[in-house]
Structure formats: C-alpha cells, structure tokens
C-alpha cells in the first residue's frame, strides 16, 4: 500500500492520505484558509509549538473511516458547515477557552510556585514564568497564549454531521496542549489537545468506521 495518496474531492481542498502503520486507518490532510485564524499564532512546530506569526493556512485532518476510504459524506457535511460558518465557530470555540483560561493559568502558576509567593521571589518567578500566563481582559487577546495546530474532523458523527475538533498549542501546556472538541457550533468537550482527535462518546454518537464494516454486503444482480 502507498504510504500517500492525493485526493481532489469536493467540497474538500486537495488531500494526502497520511498512513501511520497497520493499526491506523490514517487521515486525508489538507490546508484551509479561514480570515479568523490568519491573525493567530501558528502552533505548527513539534509539540504544537510556535513557528511562525504569520500563518496563512492550516491544516485540516480528516479521519479515515477504514483504510484507504476516502472522506464521507457525513465528514464533507461537517467540513461545509465550518467554512461556511467558520466566523460563529471561531466565536463558540474563543469563548470557552477564555472561559476555561482562568483555571488553566492558576493550574500553570500553582506548578511553578507563583501561588504564594512573595517579595523577592516572586519578582523572580513573575519575570520568569509569569509573563507566560498574563492576566487577559478578553477572549480577543487569546492568541498572546496560544495558537490553532490544527482541525480534525473525526470520524465519528452525529445527525449526518461528522465531530470537528481544534487542537492548539498553547502557553500553560506546552507538553498536552489544549483542544476543543465540537459538533457543528455546539461544544462537546474542551481538555487537553487529545480530546479534538480521541474516539466520541455521546448519546447519538456513530462510529463511521464501524458501521461502514457491518454494513450488510450489497446484492448482485
């Protein structure tokens, strides 16, 4: 079996399948340019960390659902959904990280000592970590501490609208990440980076993969 395959399929951008051995199904990869995400920091480095200010595109990852299956039509749904959406989705998805940050930044200076902190040492801690993790005043100010790496669409759907996640490097776990898991603009899980690419598990939920293994044998003529 190659280990890829270009794909032009609408309504997706041209697609390389990307193999990772037997036990993976893959993904079909692909760059988008959406006008929200141009102006955040790119988190296209190892382990999500920043390369570059100035991305012009991203990379899209769209789960196989089976080896070598090109993207379904419930993942073609999700994908047309976010572009022609994509200004809502960026708003749902920066609200609850600025809603979430809070928490994450204490979890950030409780690790490297801030909390309690005084006097000198906490001039020290302050100057060395703490401008890591600023106080923000709004969700506008998020792309100061993290960055979009890339989108998923999962092979998992709901109502013939496949999963979407978005997993960002971000400043306060530089190691997990942070990401977001939706379905359409409706938030279904926020965590650690793993949760915008990890199997679903929600009433309603369908494994693509496997429903398209026990689908019945089509009959010949």
């Known amino acids: 079996m190659p280990n890829s395959k270009i794909l032009n399929v609408k309504p997706f951008p041209p697609l390389t399948l990307k193999s990772l051995g037997d036990w ?3 993904s079909w990869e692909g760059e988008v340019t959406m006008s929200f995400w141009q102006r955040f920091q790119n988190r296209s480095g190892p382990y999500c960390s920043q390369e570059t200010d100035d991305a012009e595109s991203f990379t899209i990852s769209i789960e196989a659902a089976g080896k070598q299956v090109p993207p379904t039509l419930e993942q073609a749904a999700a994908f047309e959904f976010l572009m022609l959406n994509h200004l809502r989705v960026q708003e749902v998805v ?3 990280a600025f809603t979430s940050y809070p928490n994450n930044r204490q979890d950030y200076r409780d690790g490297y000592g801030l909390t309690g902190a005084t006097g000198k040492l906490l001039e020290v801690l302050e100057r060395d970590y703490g ?5 923000l005043a709004s969700a506008a100010e998020l792309d100061k501490v993290m960055g979009l790496n890339q989108i998923h669409i999962l092979s ?6 496949a999963y979407i996640g978005f997993e960002f490097g971000c400043n306060w776990d530089e190691e997990h990440g942070f990401g977001i898991l939706m379905h359409k603009e409706r938030i279904v899980e926020i965590g650690s980076a793993h949760v915008s690419f990890e199997s679903v598990d929600e009433e309603g939920c369908v494994d693509l993969d496997e ?3 026990n689908a019945p044998e089509p009959l010949l003529n």
Do not use: F, I, L, Q
Not at 131 to 135: D, F, G, K, L, R
């Open 24 to 26: 993976d199904n893959g």
């Open 94 to 96: 920066m609200d609850a």
């Open 131 to 135: 401008s890591t993790v600023p106080e």
């Open 156 to 161: 998992y759907a709901k109502d013939g609208v």
């Open 211 to 213: 429903e398209r293994r």
